[in-house]
Antibody, heavy 120, light 107 residues
Framework: EVQLVESGGGLIQPGGSLRLSCAVS????????MSWVRQAPGKGLEWVSV???????YHADSVKGRFTISRDTSKNTLYLQMNSLRAEDTAVYYC??????????????WGQGTLVTVSS | DIQLTQSPSFLSASVGDRVTITCRAS??????LAWSQQKPGKAPKVLIY???TLQSGVPSRFSGSGSGTEFTLTISSLQPEDFATYYC?????????FGQGTKLEIK
């Protein structure tokens, strides 16, 4: 059974740092494109970051230079290191797998989300 | 970045109704479009990918169409469990983007 379980969220002051984890079972993180997607309270979905199977990464402009996506092969876990946090980073953060099939792609598995609240 | 504009933002309908949601892209995205359903407190769940391919396990009352810049999601006969928020997402190029969402409410 596939499971993605996020952890690491919480209340953090502006300017602080937090590391989110996404523990995966049922497939290998290393062999897949993995993304973080966030959702501010009462708002829509915003794609944040991706790590490709080859290890390269890409981040949304809104977090570039502050957030870093990474993975640990031995733990089959995805991470999001978030630095210099701002109030506008307050959101539920989801990890998701991007499934590639033929000429199409979509996010087929999602975690349950972890809430990050940036406030003094 | 590719902008996606969904319409309407809110939709009030009754069980048994046929509803259509539209998603317009700011530039051509071929068929790299997915539709997802999200219920309160839950992660999104993909319904349609590649604009018109029904995800395994999703009821056949859901269908998608379109390519290029204009896409639609149709629910042929609304069921009580379909009242939720729907998002389109383009996967043509990074940064991936989502529409602003359509909240489907019971009339």
């Amino acid at each position: 059974e596939v499971q993605l379980v996020e952890s690491g969220g919480g209340l953090i002051q502006p300017g602080g740092s937090l590391r989110l984890s996404c523990a995966v079972s049922g497939f290998t993180v290393n062999n897949n494109y993995m993304s973080w997607v966030r959702q501010a309270p009462g708002k829509g979905l915003e794609w944040v970051s991706v790590i490709f199977s080859g290890g390269s990464t890409y981040h949304a402009d809104s977090v570039k230079g502050r957030f870093t996506i990474s993975r640990d092969t031995s733990k089959n876990t995805l991470y999001l290191q978030m630095n210099s946090l701002r109030a506008e980073d307050t959101a539920v953060y989801y990890c998701a797998r991007e499934y590639l099939t033929g000429s199409s792609r979509y996010f087929d598995y999602w975690g349950q989300g972890t809430l990050v609240t940036v406030s003094s | 970045d590719i902008q996606l504009t969904q319409s309407p933002s809110f939709l009030s309908a009754s069980v048994g109704d046929r509803v259509t949601i539209t998603c317009r892209a700011s530039q051509g995205i071929s068929s790299y479009l997915a539709w997802s359903q999200q219920k309160p407190g839950k992660a999104p769940k993909v319904l349609i990918y590649a604009a018109s391919t029904l995800q395994s396990g999703v009821p056949s009352r859901f269908s998608g169409s379109g390519s290029g810049t204009e896409f639609t999601l149709t629910i042929s006969s609304l069921q009580p469990e379909d009242f939720a928020t729907y998002y389109c997402q383009q996967l043509n190029s990074y940064p991936y983007t989502f529409g602003q969402g359509t909240k489907l409410e019971i009339k």
